[in-house]
């Protein structure tokens, strides 16, 4: 009976100094290896996953070669590789954990001895490599997974024409870097790859449900130079490429209609009109232009003459917010004047960009009269992924709050607490409510609030040490809070002009 296998190896650090560690690779064989098992029916048992020291050079020489040997001619194989490679000694080869920097050639591991040899040998007649694993040299100080010389194309060739449904499939070109992004916190390439072959990246879908070897290949060609082009600071090119057997339509994996957990999610936020926002709270007496020598006092009641003097006190600084926002949105994200409109008031001001709209207003704090408040806002208008790894550093004060309303939740409290504990049963976090208020706080175990308030259809994320746009982002996409909320799409908020809805 046919079977599917894989090993997916990772290698970030190395045992010798001498070679620069490779940023993300451990994340992106786990997070492979996970996709197998969930998309591409690998068995559980069959996924082998090798991390650093794992993939020594004994493991990589014998343990693998012996694995593939295994193969029946109807199984499928896959294999992906994070870490460096190199062509040397007449063979393309793989770095290994114990790798040792002064005898490269002969502490490296011969790609077809090990790899391609035994798959001919096994005749599979089905398999993908993925290798995240390029390029020149590593003096450049840039997160690449590169090290000595180019990997040659040849080899891979000939391993490839041997049969129709076989491909392998590279981070780059030869003389090219494959990058790590700090803000995907996987491979540039890696990262594409899972979203691809997960189902996420439509135009990477041929006939409404198949992923195959020429529908990836295309995705791949485009995707990942346009994100490097134009959503981080790399100067180097990377464009990967793909050697094919003469059938690039075999399939390599299938996208089901999406199905909604038995298990949740328990709410349903309206991610469209999600925004994030931040307050930063400060005594009257603190701010700039108050003096006791002009019998200044701190107002002891809320009213619209202290709301007022709040914002006098304030607009210069908020001033010099909106436009530093406007300044530095121009830089990073590479606009001329004329994309941007800035408006401004006293204590108040917005920046407004086909990427965000940013909004920050001055005030007397609605919790404690004696207190000013500084509002922010910011909602997105691209996907996140098109946004580039620096894009928070336009904001020189982080948001730490993400805003979603929860429409139709407004006297559904009973329902909602039901659902909201049978979760937090399942994933052990901590519930507290107030039926007279109609909200509901829940705190995960890695200390991530999430805050209901029914009467105003609202959900607030917020805790959990993370701040920022793209860092929140990550953040609910993944672990308990997934499970609660579902999974967020790939645009979080809109054009939506809506202002400061919600109390600091």
Known sequence: MSSAHAVVIGIETYQQAGIAGVEFARADAT????LLVRRLEVPDENALLWLDQDANRTRLEEELRYHVRQLEPDDKFYFFYAGHGLFANGSNRLTAWDTYPLNLPGTTVDLDAVL???????GCKHSALFLDACAADLSEGVPSRDLVSDMDKRQFAEFIDKNDYTAAFFSCSPREKSYSSKTLKHGIWTHHLLRALGGEERSAIVKGEWITGG?????????????????????????????????????????????????????????AKAYFAGAETRSF?????????????????????????ARRLLSDEVAEEVQTVYATAKDVLKLKSRDIDKQEDVGAGSV????FRFAIEAGQSTKDPGNAVVRREIRLRVPHAELPEDFDAIFPKRVDKLVLPLPGSKGQFKQLI???????????????????????????????????NTEREIMTVSGAGTDGCLAMIEHIRGGDIKRVMGVPPRLIGGPDSTLFVTNE
């Open 285 to 309: 007496k603190s701010l700039p232009g108050f003096t006791w020598k002009k019998k200044h006092s701190v107002p002891v009641a809320q009213s619209d003459s202290a709301d007022a003097w």
């Open 116 to 122: 391609l040899r035994p798959v001919r040998e096994s």
């Open 418 to 452: 039901d659902a909201i504990e049978d979760a937090a049963e399942k994933i052990g976090a901590e519930v507290e409510e107030d039926p007279t208020k109609g909200t509901i706080d829940l705190r995960l175990s890695d200390g991530t609030m999430l805050a209901l």
């Open 215 to 271: 529908s990836l290949q295309d995705y791949l060609k485009f995707a990942v130079p346009k994100f490097i082009r134009e959503r981080t600071q790399i100067g180097g090119r990377q464009r990967p490429y793909a050697l094919i057997g003469s059938n690039g339509t075999f399939p390599l994996a299938r996208i089901p209609a999406p199905t909604a957990p038995a298990d949740g999610p328990y709410v349903t936020p309206d991610f």
């Open 352 to 355: 407004d960009t086909e990427f």
């Open 31 to 34: 997070a492979f290896r996970d």
